[in-house]
């Protein structure tokens, strides 16, 4: 049981660099992969970013491919979501889920499980 818990937003100006954290520590079932979703008013939430936290493998959505980075970070026991080059686009409400995926990449297409432990989110906002 528990949540994930998203940390490190705030507001920047374009071109500027933030660093969100993923917090499991108190998810306490098993999952395979953790991914960062963002969901600004009026839009459907998006998903950005996996990792397969046993292989290290990652995917990206085409609107943050090559700007935004997913890694594990052991030292804090976090998923880290690393945005560069932000732009107003990106302002919006991240959030971090985990789930069972039965295959290696796909996380955000596979339907298998649902995703859990949705945290509260971090807002980011970016102006230009």
């Known amino acids: 049981e528990g949540q994930v818990m998203e940390s490190g937003g705030g507001s920047v100006q374009g071109g500027s660099s933030l660093r969100l954290s993923c917090g499991t520590s108190?998810?306490?079932?098993?999952?395979?992969?953790v991914a960062w979703f963002r969901q600004a008013p009026g839009e459907q939430r998006e998903g950005l970013a996996t990792?397969?936290?046993?292989?290290?493998?990652?995917s990206y959505a085409d609107s943050v491919k090559g700007r935004f980075i997913i890694s594990q970070n052991r030292a804090s026991d976090t998923y880290d979501l690393e945005m560069s080059n932000l732009k107003p686009g990106d302002s919006a409400v991240y959030y971090c889920?985990?789930?069972?995926?039965?295959?290696?990449?796909?996380?955000?297409?596979?339907?298998?499980?649902?995703?859990?432990?949705w945290g509260q989110g971090t807002q980011v906002t970016v102006s230009s």
């Open positions: 889920a985990v789930r069972t995926s039965p295959h290696s990449t796909g996380c955000l297409e596979d339907r298998t499980f649902p995703f859990r432990g």
């Open positions: 108190k998810y306490t079932y098993y999952f395979n992969c």
């Open positions: 990792i397969y936290p046993s292989t290290g493998s990652t």
